[in-house]
């Protein structure tokens, strides 16, 4: 590649240790480059090649939009979210899986998690169910993906779409499945600590065309190019319409070109997490104060935190001590009904006990491909220390 890239900045010039980090590789960096040489910076060839790429992996097609909280959003919109309708899922997650919806005017229905993987647990959602359930989002923490086949049952048994959200999972597999074939419309985010990168970024894959299609319209404004489906086709050759409201969720050719070169290296990242797993799970076996993550049959997890669960209350304190030597870990996540915007609805802290416990025993530690052993061990005996391990 040319001198005029410079190596891209390593993260080990920062000495603390970030709970994820973006892997940025020099073809990565060409890859935009030759996009900003090109003629499209926006809706270019990338785009199509990126869904195209996106659609092998994950077995369905792919709408690429501008962020996983678009993706959402999108996804709701698509299904024809809105006023009366209720939302079914767990509060275990990052606020936008319920906000877009509630933002649609969808009332947000939270139910209990599975107290091993975090996820929404399936008779929980079975006992929410009512006449006005119009969707059941399931969200795989950490990476590991939900009962699928049970939530996807249950939704369709009434009348409602099954959601997954996988903004932590791409890559993973459910029962020899992919994500992304699973559910009715399947979310994905691209953010910088995911599992991989556009900076921003994110996609709807859907096993329904006319899901799809809905998407692929909302993503721009609602426009209807196709003469065949325009209700004023003669207007002229310039003329395209909107039959109903979307909104600028586009991805750009140049954060395409990056998802393409990514996604070649997703394998790859793939095994260096599952190998942290690893090394992690070992390191703690014997911590009677801690449980690290459970991986059910059937499931092959794209890690992409590692969610520590302290038991002796001490959550907080391991927290503060890490953070004191530059052991940067993260909370995933508060309860999303404890946010205020929630709470000044009515949501009461308490109506889901697991989640909440969750959430106060759950602690990130780092989890990132260009972790080196050196930083894995670093980690590893910081919390061993605290319990006081050697
Ligand atoms: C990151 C994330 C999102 C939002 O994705 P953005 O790309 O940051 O908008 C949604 N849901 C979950 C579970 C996430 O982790």
Redesign the pocket.
């Given at each position: 590649m040319s001198g005029a890239c410079p190596d891209p900045p390593s993260w080990r010039h920062s000495q603390p240790l970030p709970y994820g980090r973006q892997s940025v590789s020099e073809r990565d960096i060409a890859a935009v480059v030759e996009i900003l040489q090109g003629d499209w910076l926006t809706t270019g060839p990338a785009v199509g090649r990126f869904e195209e790429a996106l659609s092998d992996l994950a077995g369905a097609p792919a709408v690429v939009v501008s962020?996983?909280?678009a993706a959402?959003h999108t996804a709701y919109a698509a299904a024809g979210i809105g006023p009366g309708d209720e939302v079914v899922t767990s509060p275990l997650?990052?606020v936008?899986?319920a906000a877009t919806a509630a933002m649609l005017g969808a009332t947000v229905v939270f139910v209990d998690v599975e107290p091993d993987t975090g996820n929404i647990d399936a008779d929980a959602a079975a006992a929410a169910m009512t006449r006005s359930t119009a969707a059941i989002t399931g969200?795989d923490y950490a990476g590991h993906p939900v009962e699928a086949d049970a939530l996807s049952r249950l939704a369709h048994k009434h009348g409602a779409v099954f959601v997954e959200?996988a903004?932590?999972s791409i890559g993973g597999s459910w029962q020899g499945r992919p994500v992304g074939s699973l559910a009715d419309l399947t979310t994905f985010?691209?953010?910088p600590t995911?599992n991989l990168t556009t900076a921003?970024g994110?996609a709807i894959t859907s096993t329904d065309d006319d899901l799809l299609e809905r998407a692929r319209r909302f993503r721009n404004h609602g426009l209807v190019r196709n003469p065949a489906e325009q209700r004023e086709p003669t207007e002229g050759g310039w003329h395209q319409e909107v039959h109903s409201f979307g909104l600028n969720y586009r991805l750009p050719d140049v954060l395409c070109a990056l998802g393409i070169s990514q996604l070649a290296r997703l394998a790859v990242f793939k095994s260096r997490r599952a190998a942290i797993i690893k090394a992690y799970n070992q390191a703690f076996a014997d911590l009677d104060a801690v449980s690290t993550p459970p991986c059910r049959e059937g499931a092959d997890p794209m890690w992409h935190l590692y969610a520590l669960r302290v038991h002796d209350g001490r959550r907080a304190q391991l927290y503060d001590a890490l953070r004191a030597q530059g052991i940067l870990v993260q909370v995933n996540y508060l309860p999303v009904h404890w946010h205020p915007v929630f709470a000044d609805l009515g949501y009461r802290r308490g109506i889901c006990p697991r989640a909440e416990q969750f959430y106060a025993q759950q602690l990130s530690l780092p989890l990132f491909p260009e972790m080196t052993g050196n930083d894995v061990e670093r980690v590893a005996s910081a919390v061993r220390a605290f319990f006081g391990q050697p």
């Open positions: 962020s996983g909280t959402l997650t990052f936008a899986t969200v959200d903004a932590h985010s691209f953010y995911k921003e994110g």
